[in-house]
Protein backbone atom coordinates (compact mmCIF):
# COMPACT_ATOMS: atom_id res chain seq x y z
CA UNK A 1 0.00 0.00 0.00
CA UNK A 2 1.29 3.50 -1.23
CA UNK A 3 2.51 6.03 2.14
CA UNK A 4 -0.03 8.56 0.94
CA UNK A 5 -2.99 5.81 1.07
CA UNK A 6 -1.99 4.57 4.27
CA UNK A 7 -2.07 8.03 5.45
CA UNK A 8 -5.35 8.79 3.87
CA UNK A 9 -6.87 5.80 5.53
CA UNK A 10 -4.93 7.13 9.10
CA UNK A 11 -6.93 10.72 8.70
CA UNK A 12 -10.06 9.05 7.89
CA UNK A 13 -10.06 7.10 10.88
CA UNK A 14 -9.02 10.13 12.95
CA UNK A 15 -11.95 12.00 12.20
CA UNK A 16 -14.80 8.77 13.11
CA UNK A 17 -15.17 7.85 9.78
CA UNK A 18 -15.11 4.15 9.82
CA UNK A 19 -17.44 2.16 12.08
CA UNK A 20 -16.07 -1.02 14.40
CA UNK A 21 -12.64 0.10 14.59
CA UNK A 22 -10.89 -0.97 17.64
CA UNK A 23 -10.07 0.87 20.56
CA UNK A 24 -7.08 -0.91 21.06
CA UNK A 25 -5.35 -0.98 18.00
CA UNK A 26 -5.97 3.24 17.46
CA UNK A 27 -5.14 5.78 19.39
CA UNK A 28 -4.44 3.01 22.27
CA UNK A 29 -0.89 3.98 23.66
CA UNK A 30 0.98 7.52 24.15
CA UNK A 31 3.37 5.96 21.46
CA UNK A 32 0.70 5.72 19.18
CA UNK A 33 -0.53 8.72 19.54
CA UNK A 34 2.29 10.20 19.17
CA UNK A 35 3.37 8.63 16.03
CA UNK A 36 -0.22 10.12 14.64
CA UNK A 37 0.56 12.89 16.14
CA UNK A 38 3.82 13.59 13.92
CA UNK A 39 1.65 11.99 10.68
CA UNK A 40 -0.91 14.67 10.46
CA UNK A 41 2.39 17.19 11.22
CA UNK A 42 3.91 15.26 8.15
CA UNK A 43 0.97 16.46 6.02
CA UNK A 44 2.00 20.49 5.64
CA UNK A 45 3.03 20.67 2.19
CA UNK A 46 6.80 22.72 2.00
CA UNK A 47 7.01 25.20 0.59
CA UNK A 48 3.85 26.84 0.50
CA UNK A 49 2.02 27.24 -2.64
CA UNK A 50 0.75 30.32 -1.10
CA UNK A 51 2.67 33.72 -0.09
CA UNK A 52 0.42 36.15 1.83
CA UNK A 53 1.68 39.70 2.37
CA UNK A 54 2.26 38.99 6.78
CA UNK A 55 2.16 35.71 8.39
CA UNK A 56 1.94 36.58 12.42
CA UNK A 57 2.56 33.92 15.40
CA UNK A 58 1.11 35.99 18.32
CA UNK A 59 0.74 34.37 22.09
CA UNK A 60 -3.05 35.16 24.00
CA UNK A 61 -2.80 35.22 27.80
CA UNK A 62 -5.53 33.66 29.17
CA UNK A 63 -6.82 32.77 32.65
CA UNK A 64 -4.18 30.29 33.49
CA UNK A 65 -3.13 29.42 30.28
CA UNK A 66 -1.40 30.55 27.04
CA UNK A 67 -2.76 30.05 23.59
CA UNK A 68 -0.60 30.52 20.69
CA UNK A 69 -2.67 32.21 17.45
CA UNK A 70 -1.34 32.46 13.46
CA UNK A 71 -2.64 35.75 11.57
CA UNK A 72 -2.80 34.75 8.05
CA UNK A 73 -3.19 38.78 6.46
CA UNK A 74 -3.46 38.51 2.48
CA UNK A 75 -3.18 42.41 2.53
CA UNK A 76 -5.11 45.26 1.27
CA UNK A 77 -7.18 48.06 3.40
CA UNK A 78 -8.31 47.62 6.88
CA UNK A 79 -10.11 46.49 9.05
CA UNK A 80 -10.44 43.23 6.87
CA UNK A 81 -13.57 40.64 6.99
CA UNK A 82 -11.70 37.76 9.26
CA UNK A 83 -12.22 33.81 9.63
CA UNK A 84 -11.15 32.85 12.52
CA UNK A 85 -10.17 28.64 11.91
CA UNK A 86 -10.35 25.71 14.21
CA UNK A 87 -8.01 22.99 13.06
CA UNK A 88 -9.52 18.80 13.61
CA UNK A 89 -7.07 16.24 13.88
CA UNK A 90 -9.37 13.77 16.14
CA UNK A 91 -9.18 15.98 19.02
CA UNK A 92 -5.57 14.76 20.03
CA UNK A 93 -3.32 16.33 16.93
CA UNK A 94 -2.49 19.31 14.43
CA UNK A 95 -1.16 22.42 15.47
CA UNK A 96 -1.10 25.57 13.37
CA UNK A 97 1.96 24.62 11.78
CA UNK A 98 0.05 20.82 10.43
CA UNK A 99 -3.19 23.35 8.80
CA UNK A 100 -0.97 26.15 8.04
CA UNK A 101 -1.86 25.74 4.11
CA UNK A 102 -4.76 25.53 4.28
CA UNK A 103 -4.93 28.46 6.50
CA UNK A 104 -2.90 29.85 3.63
CA UNK A 105 -5.23 28.95 1.00
CA UNK A 106 -8.45 30.24 2.72
CA UNK A 107 -6.45 33.95 3.07
CA UNK A 108 -5.52 34.16 -0.18
CA UNK A 109 -8.49 32.88 -2.41
CA UNK A 110 -11.30 34.83 -0.33
CA UNK A 111 -8.77 38.06 0.44
CA UNK A 112 -10.02 37.84 4.09
CA UNK A 113 -7.71 37.78 7.52
CA UNK A 114 -7.84 33.98 9.03
CA UNK A 115 -6.66 33.87 12.32
CA UNK A 116 -5.55 30.04 13.19
CA UNK A 117 -6.27 28.95 17.24
CA UNK A 118 -3.50 26.26 18.44
CA UNK A 119 -5.99 24.57 21.50
CA UNK A 120 -4.76 22.35 24.00
CA UNK A 121 -4.24 18.84 22.44
CA UNK A 122 -6.52 15.51 24.65
CA UNK A 123 -5.57 13.41 26.14
CA UNK A 124 -3.27 15.34 28.38
CA UNK A 125 -6.13 18.11 28.34
CA UNK A 126 -9.62 16.79 28.42
CA UNK A 127 -13.39 18.52 28.04
CA UNK A 128 -13.88 21.43 28.33
CA UNK A 129 -10.34 22.26 27.79
CA UNK A 130 -9.88 22.82 23.77
CA UNK A 131 -13.83 24.34 23.91
CA UNK A 132 -13.17 27.27 26.64
CA UNK A 133 -9.38 28.03 24.26
CA UNK A 134 -11.22 28.40 21.36
CA UNK A 135 -14.31 30.31 22.97
CA UNK A 136 -11.62 32.04 24.70
CA UNK A 137 -9.28 32.97 21.83
CA UNK A 138 -12.41 33.89 19.85
CA UNK A 139 -13.82 36.84 22.51
CA UNK A 140 -9.97 37.73 22.74
CA UNK A 141 -9.86 38.86 19.28
CA UNK A 142 -13.38 40.45 19.37
CA UNK A 143 -12.43 42.41 21.88
CA UNK A 144 -9.22 43.29 20.14
CA UNK A 145 -10.76 43.88 17.11
CA UNK A 146 -9.49 47.32 16.53
CA UNK A 147 -6.32 46.90 16.93
CA UNK A 148 -5.80 43.23 14.81
CA UNK A 149 -8.01 45.20 11.89
CA UNK A 150 -10.58 42.89 12.52
CA UNK A 151 -14.11 44.02 10.82
CA UNK A 152 -16.70 43.36 13.27
CA UNK A 153 -19.39 43.31 10.25
CA UNK A 154 -17.64 40.75 8.56
CA UNK A 155 -16.63 38.05 10.81
CA UNK A 156 -16.98 34.51 10.51
CA UNK A 157 -15.91 31.13 12.17
CA UNK A 158 -15.13 27.80 10.48
CA UNK A 159 -13.49 24.16 11.08
CA UNK A 160 -13.04 21.08 10.00
CA UNK A 161 -13.51 17.74 11.20
CA UNK A 162 -13.23 17.48 15.24
CA UNK A 163 -12.69 22.01 13.67
CA UNK A 164 -16.14 21.97 12.94
CA UNK A 165 -17.00 20.32 15.95
CA UNK A 166 -15.27 23.53 18.18
CA UNK A 167 -16.30 25.94 15.76
CA UNK A 168 -20.46 25.19 16.40
CA UNK A 169 -19.83 24.77 19.52
CA UNK A 170 -18.34 28.19 19.98
CA UNK A 171 -21.12 29.67 18.01
CA UNK A 172 -23.73 28.06 20.26
CA UNK A 173 -21.90 29.23 23.41
CA UNK A 174 -22.00 32.54 22.08
CA UNK A 175 -25.68 32.52 21.64
CA UNK A 176 -26.28 31.65 25.17
CA UNK A 177 -23.96 33.92 26.84
CA UNK A 178 -25.39 36.81 24.62
CA UNK A 179 -22.54 39.17 24.69
CA UNK A 180 -19.54 39.54 22.40
CA UNK A 181 -18.73 38.50 18.99
CA UNK A 182 -21.76 38.30 16.14
CA UNK A 183 -20.65 35.84 13.86
CA UNK A 184 -21.55 36.65 9.86
CA UNK A 185 -21.83 33.21 9.12
CA UNK A 186 -20.38 29.47 10.70
CA UNK A 187 -18.89 27.02 8.10
CA UNK A 188 -18.54 23.40 8.77
CA UNK A 189 -16.43 21.58 6.68
CA UNK A 190 -16.47 17.49 7.09
CA UNK A 191 -17.91 18.10 10.37
CA UNK A 192 -18.24 15.87 13.44
CA UNK A 193 -20.78 17.62 15.26
CA UNK A 194 -21.88 14.65 17.75
CA UNK A 195 -19.52 13.99 20.45
CA UNK A 196 -21.04 10.60 21.59
CA UNK A 197 -20.93 9.30 18.31
CA UNK A 198 -19.49 5.32 18.73
CA UNK A 199 -17.93 5.44 15.64
CA UNK A 200 -15.01 8.00 17.11
CA UNK A 201 -14.57 6.24 20.28
CA UNK A 202 -10.82 6.12 19.75
CA UNK A 203 -10.84 9.92 19.57
CA UNK A 204 -14.00 11.32 21.86
CA UNK A 205 -12.61 8.90 24.77
CA UNK A 206 -9.76 10.59 24.97
CA UNK A 207 -11.36 13.95 25.23
CA UNK A 208 -14.40 13.05 26.86
CA UNK A 209 -14.05 11.70 30.71
CA UNK A 210 -17.71 10.44 30.91
CA UNK A 211 -20.57 10.17 28.97
CA UNK A 212 -22.41 13.28 30.32
CA UNK A 213 -19.79 15.53 29.28
CA UNK A 214 -19.99 13.68 25.87
CA UNK A 215 -23.41 14.42 25.30
CA UNK A 216 -23.62 17.69 26.91
CA UNK A 217 -24.68 20.88 25.15
CA UNK A 218 -21.37 22.24 24.23
CA UNK A 219 -20.01 17.85 23.97
CA UNK A 220 -22.56 17.73 21.13
CA UNK A 221 -24.32 20.39 19.38
CA UNK A 222 -26.20 17.80 17.44
CA UNK A 223 -28.31 16.69 20.10
CA UNK A 224 -29.45 20.16 20.77
CA UNK A 225 -32.76 20.67 19.38
CA UNK A 226 -33.22 24.49 19.74
CA UNK A 227 -31.04 26.63 17.41
CA UNK A 228 -32.64 29.34 17.10
CA UNK A 229 -30.49 32.82 16.89
CA UNK A 230 -26.96 30.59 15.24
CA UNK A 231 -25.43 32.09 12.81
CA UNK A 232 -25.91 31.50 8.80
CA UNK A 233 -24.89 27.98 8.76
CA UNK A 234 -22.88 26.68 5.76
CA UNK A 235 -21.80 22.71 5.21
CA UNK A 236 -19.37 20.83 2.84
CA UNK A 237 -19.90 16.94 3.29
CA UNK A 238 -18.23 13.90 1.26
CA UNK A 239 -21.31 11.41 0.12
CA UNK A 240 -19.83 8.27 1.63
CA UNK A 241 -18.89 9.66 4.99
CA UNK A 242 -19.44 7.89 8.29
CA UNK A 243 -21.15 11.26 9.81
CA UNK A 244 -22.80 12.19 6.63
CA UNK A 245 -26.09 11.54 8.98
CA UNK A 246 -25.19 13.75 11.56
CA UNK A 247 -23.86 16.78 9.71
CA UNK A 248 -27.32 16.50 7.75
CA UNK A 249 -29.70 16.46 10.88
CA UNK A 250 -28.01 19.40 12.38
CA UNK A 251 -28.33 21.61 9.27
CA UNK A 252 -32.08 20.24 9.11
CA UNK A 253 -32.47 21.25 13.10
CA UNK A 254 -30.86 24.66 12.03
CA UNK A 255 -32.78 25.33 9.49
CA UNK A 256 -35.98 24.06 11.42
CA UNK A 257 -34.71 27.04 14.10
CA UNK A 258 -34.78 29.47 11.37
CA UNK A 259 -31.46 29.44 10.84
CA UNK A 260 -30.34 30.30 7.17
CA UNK A 261 -28.50 27.34 6.00
CA UNK A 262 -26.61 26.03 2.49
CA UNK A 263 -25.04 22.48 2.02
CA UNK A 264 -22.53 21.30 -0.73
CA UNK A 265 -21.94 17.17 -1.37
CA UNK A 266 -18.61 15.95 -2.46
CA UNK A 267 -19.93 13.22 -4.78
CA UNK A 268 -17.92 10.31 -4.48
CA UNK A 269 -15.40 11.12 -1.17
CA UNK A 270 -15.94 10.28 2.51
CA UNK A 271 -14.14 11.91 5.23
CA UNK A 272 -11.90 13.69 2.65
CA UNK A 273 -9.45 15.53 5.10
CA UNK A 274 -6.19 14.89 3.61
CA UNK A 275 -7.36 16.32 0.18
CA UNK A 276 -8.47 19.13 2.42
CA UNK A 277 -4.92 19.60 4.44
CA UNK A 278 -3.07 19.89 0.65
CA UNK A 279 -5.64 23.14 -0.23
CA UNK A 280 -4.63 22.33 -4.19
CA UNK A 281 -6.06 23.96 -6.96
CA UNK A 282 -8.97 22.98 -8.57
CA UNK A 283 -10.01 20.81 -5.45
CA UNK A 284 -14.17 21.46 -5.29
CA UNK A 285 -14.32 21.78 -1.61
CA UNK A 286 -11.87 24.56 -1.51
CA UNK A 287 -13.73 25.99 -4.09
CA UNK A 288 -16.95 25.94 -2.34
CA UNK A 289 -15.51 26.70 1.22
CA UNK A 290 -14.15 29.88 -0.23
CA UNK A 291 -17.77 30.64 -2.09
CA UNK A 292 -19.59 29.93 0.48
CA UNK A 293 -17.06 32.89 3.00
CA UNK A 294 -17.28 35.19 0.20
CA UNK A 295 -21.46 34.81 0.13
CA UNK A 296 -21.24 34.72 4.14
CA UNK A 297 -19.26 38.00 4.22
CA UNK A 298 -21.46 39.80 1.38
CA UNK A 299 -25.05 38.53 2.37
CA UNK A 300 -23.82 39.91 5.85
CA UNK A 301 -23.55 43.24 4.66
CA UNK A 302 -26.40 43.11 2.14
CA UNK A 303 -28.40 42.23 5.28
CA UNK A 304 -27.62 45.31 7.29
CA UNK A 305 -27.91 48.04 4.25
Not at 36 to 48: G, I
Not at 82 to 105: K, M, N, P, Q
Not at 205 to 226: A, I, K, M, T, W
Not at 259 to 275: I, P, S
Amino acid sequence: MKPIRQFTIALLMIAVMGPGYAQDSWLSTPESITAFRDKVEAARPVPSSYDLERIEDRTVALDGRDIGIRIYDPGGNVPKPTLIYVHGACLVAGSLDSHDEISRYLAKKSSSMVIAIDYRLAPEHQYPAAHNDVYDVVQWVWNNSEALGVDRERFGISGESSGAYFAAATALRNVDESAGPVFSFLLLVYAVVDGDISSGSACKNHYFENQEDSVSRYGSPLRVDDLANMPRTYNIYGEEEGVRADQELFMEKLRKSGVETKAYMVEGVGHDVYTWLAAKEGVVAHEMAIRFIEMGFSEDNESKR
